[in-house]
């Protein structure tokens, strides 16, 4: 009898199946992170899944590790609260793009200022997709919504810029059209000492996909095929070029030392400061 350790040992299988659209590219993100949970062997016991509202706010239901429901926009403070308490645990956060960028956004800029040793997984999929396909902070200008019906007004965020210049330790992006490069880059983040974070573009065939023209599963991966270039070619490219089109790759691995390593470090290099700030 195999002993090995797959990704189908980090599934709740007994919830499947998802309950997602279909085409929607959320059961591909969660084979990612099962994977890399998988391919780091962490035990099951030892890391917490915090994750918030929308339709990604589900995945967790459908991990077999510890997992934490919280509220809209509050994973990541839910998560400071986890890893704070207990330091050997590796704390992921999930987030769709609502929950990160809108009603989450100051939790998300300040996770990655202080530097906490947590991973956010960010599926952006440009919409509220589980209210109606309202517009989002990522929504990118002129793309239409259910709210912005003859185009979106406003610019979206760039998440990983955000999380760059808010003092990330570690920022990728990658999509559900390129499979592979998302359990590479998860294992990447949770490896990595400090904030991390990887964006993951996805598919919303029902609302973001039908209201730009792309109501099919398949249309939408071609548009991400299109959209995405690497970082390496996106900075060769003219503004003009790059108008419409989105980078993908890894934009930072930096060795900033995570807060934990940092906060005892000023009181004196003693175990005892940081469990005294836990009392």
């Given at each position: 009898?195999?002993?090995?350790?797959t990704?189908?040992d980090?599934?709740?299988?007994?919830?499947l199946?998802?309950?997602?659209?279909p085409g929607?590219g959320?059961g591909v993100i969660v084979?990612g992170?099962?994977t890399s949970?998988?391919?780091?062997?962490?035990?099951?016991?030892?890391?917490?899944?915090?994750?918030?509202?929308?339709?990604?706010?589900?995945?967790?239901?459908y991990?077999?590790?510890?997992t934490m429901?919280g509220?809209?926009?509050r994973a990541?403070a839910?998560a400071?609260?986890i890893k704070?308490a207990?330091p050997?645990?590796?704390?992921i956060a999930?987030?769709?793009?609502?929950d990160?960028?809108n009603i989450?956004?100051?939790?998300f800029i300040?996770a990655?200022r202080?530097?906490?040793?947590?991973?956010?997984?960010?599926?952006?999929?440009?919409c509220?997709?589980?209210t109606?396909g309202?517009?989002?902070?990522?929504?990118?200008?002129?793309?239409r919504?259910?709210t912005?019906v003859?185009?979106?007004?406003?610019?979206?965020f760039d998440l990983?810029?955000?999380?760059?210049?808010a003092?990330?330790?570690?920022?990728?992006r990658t999509?559900?059209?390129?499979v592979?490069?998302?359990p590479?880059?998860?294992?990447?983040a949770?490896s990595?000492p400090?904030?991390?974070?990887?964006e993951?573009l996805s598919?919303?065939p029902?609302?973001?996909?039908?209201?730009?023209g792309?109501a099919?599963?398949i249309e939408?991966?071609?548009w991400?095929?299109e959209?995405?270039v690497?970082?390496?070619?996106?900075?060769?490219m003219?503004a003009e070029?790059?108008?419409?089109?989105?980078?993908?790759?890894r934009?930072?691995?930096?060795?900033?030392?995570?807060?934990m390593?940092?906060?005892v470090?000023?009181?004196g290099?003693d175990?005892i400061a940081?469990?005294?700030?836990l009392?």
């Open positions: 009898m195999s002993t090995e350790i990704y189908r980090y599934l709740a299988e007994e919830n199946p998802h309950f997602w659209c929607c959320y084979r992170i099962a949970l998988a391919e780091l062997k962490l035990p099951k016991n030892k890391v917490v899944v915090v994750s918030g509202i929308g339709c990604w706010g589900k995945a967790d239901d991990l077999s590790t510890n429901h509220t809209h926009g990541l839910f400071t609260g704070a207990r050997e645990l590796t704390v999930i987030m769709g793009d609502g990160t960028a989450g956004g100051n939790h300040h990655a202080r530097n906490l040793d947590i991973t956010a997984i960010v599926a952006n999929n440009y509220y997709g589980m109606g309202q517009f989002s902070a990522t929504t990118p200008a002129g793309k919504s259910s912005t003859a185009g979106n007004a406003e610019c979206g990983c810029r955000l999380a760059d210049v003092g990330a330790n570690y920022v990728a999509t559900v059209y390129h592979r490069q998302i590479q880059m998860i294992t990447e949770i990595k400090g904030f991390s974070m990887v993951v598919t919303c029902t609302f973001y996909g039908r209201l730009n792309m099919s599963p939408m991966l071609k991400i095929r959209y995405c690497t970082i390496e070619k996106f900075e060769e003219t070029e790059r108008a419409g089109r989105l980078a993908i790759g934009f930072i691995d930096q060795g900033r030392p995570d807060f390593t940092e906060y470090r000023l009181n290099n175990q940081w469990e005294s700030l009392a």
